[in-house]
């Protein structure tokens, strides 16, 4: 159970969440043309790629394993992910089409950058911890920006960050700092960046 429910909320899962959260909840009328030539980019680069990557640096003996459980193997596979996220922000989500998503996958970008030079200091935070508090500060942001009632969303994300961090604990994957550390690198980020299109 405690392993299913890391595997489902994967990390790898949240930006593309926050992207299709967006488009359900935005009372902006958006062509449908248009979400598509968005969301299919951001599949292919936010979760096939990085998949396909991981995989392959399994294959050639970089990582241990897909849970990359050291600080070590953390650092290759966080520095191609950055790179991918840099590309959807130049190439794919730009400011003046959907400024709220641009500067989500910014604080994504920021965060997955500050957890890089930690784990380079030898310090693993949580990165199921990390993207969930992202995600939870990106819907908090949006009911204000958009003043809309999504409380039951918002709940959601609460009892799920619950369910995650108890996961990551019960695992022994994380020590409750590494847990704590990774809401910290999650939220900071989005909360810096909300002043720019909130």
Do not use: D
């Amino acid at each position: 159970m405690q392993k299913s429910i890391s595997y489902i909320f994967h990390p790898i899962f949240m930006p593309l969440i926050g992207v299709l959260f967006y488009f359900s909840k935005s009372p902006r009328f958006i062509p449908l043309a248009l979400i598509q030539t968005k969301l299919v980019p951001i599949v292919i680069l936010t979760l096939i790629l990085p998949l396909l990557v991981n995989v392959l640096l399994k294959s050639i003996g970089k990582i241990e394993s897909l849970e990359l459980k050291t600080t070590e193997e953390r650092i290759i596979p966080l520095l191609i992910y950055s790179i991918i996220i840099l590309i959807v922000v130049k190439r794919v989500l730009t400011p003046y089409e959907f400024i709220e998503l641009y500067y989500f996958y910014v604080g994504v970008l920021v965060s997955t950058l500050a957890s890089i030079l930690l784990n380079v200091l030898k310090f693993k935070v949580s990165i199921h911890m990390l993207a969930i508090s992202g995600i939870l500060t990106f819907f908090i942001a949006l009911s204000v920006h958009f003043s809309i009632n999504i409380l039951g969303s918002i709940a959601l994300v609460i009892f799920i960050m619950g369910a995650i961090a108890t996961s990551r604990l019960s695992l022994n994957a994380h020590s409750n700092i590494e847990i704590l550390m990774g809401c910290l690198i999650g939220i900071t980020p989005q909360l810096m960046l909300i002043s720019r299109w909130l």
